[in-house]
């Protein structure tokens, strides 16, 4: 009967065990300190949130049908500035991920560049840049897609780039020693193994802008966002319903949707 020599088990050693302990005790600590420190009267706030799920609740679950035409309106203008903020990102993302991308640009310093500039378009917040839109081209639907635009044109850049700087350069080098000039290693070479991931990502941030364009009419950028501000103010918690239950059946035909799509497409 043959015996196999299996690895030996790793060992709990007394220092990983001290170290997990140790991990351990300040992650409750924190807590305790966090809850601890909060100047809040539990008790009242407790008893609050309970008279107003009460209150509330009750009306979100009994949407008012009499304003389904307004938010079907709403939505639909939600859509279209995701639409057409998603899609001014993926064109203004893609010679900007090529100038970040190190195997295109032919250098680190330029390269470089490409990831600073993306990285700092991601540094701010959809709502940030919303609220300096509607400043400077007024409360409308624009602002709301310049917002969207500029927002998803930094995660797009990334992930374009990341894509770039992963094709097979094999094929690139194979047609440079054929003698294919620039323009047709571009368009024969690079293109064809990037096209399938950039639709993929671009129909996915689609996706991720129909959510962040539901909350840019709090600012004043269009969308459903305002009615939602409009029906909060006025406690009319029945029309919230309505434009929730919106919300909820728009973002799940849009995601099943494109998440086939994207399915094909790679």
Do not use: C
Not at 125 to 153: E, H, K, R, Y
Not at 213 to 225: F, K, T
């Amino acid at each position: 009967m043959e015996k196999y020599n299996l690895p030996p088990k790793p060992k709990n050693t007394t220092y990983k065990n001290i170290k997990n302990s140790i991990i351990a005790i300040l992650v409750i600590a924190m807590y305790i300190w966090t809850f601890l420190s909060i100047d809040i009267e539990w008790g009242r706030a407790i008893n609050r949130a309970a008279n107003n799920f009460q209150r509330v609740i009750p009306k979100l679950f009994s949407p008012d049908w009499s304003a389904v035409g307004d938010v079907s309106m709403s939505m639909l203008e939600t859509v279209f500035i995701a639409f057409a903020g998603s899609l001014m990102a993926a064109v203004i993302a893609v010679p900007l991920s090529f100038l970040a991308a190190r195997n295109m640009m032919g250098g680190v310093v330029l390269s470089t560049v490409g990831k600073w500039i993306l990285s700092a378009i991601r540094a701010f917040p959809d709502i940030i840049l919303a609220i300096l839109f509607v400043v400077a081209v007024g409360p409308n639907a624009f602002a709301g897609v310049l917002a969207i635009a500029i927002g998803s044109t930094g995660m797009l850049g990334k992930m374009f780039s990341e894509i770039i700087e992963s094709i097979d350069m094999n094929i690139i080098e194979a047609m440079e020693a054929s003698g294919a000039n620039k323009i047709q290693i571009l368009f024969y070479g690079v293109i064809p193994q990037i096209t399938p991931e950039f639709l993929s990502y671009a129909i996915y941030r689609f996706e991720v802008d129909i959510r962040a364009s539901s909350i840019l009419g709090i600012v004043g950028a269009g969308g459903i966002g305002t009615m939602i501000i409009f029906a909060s103010n006025n406690r009319n918690w029945s029309e919230m319903g309505t434009i929730l239950l919106a919300i909820i059946i728009v973002v799940t035909i849009i995601d099943f949707a494109s998440s086939r799509i994207r399915r094909k497409i790679i």
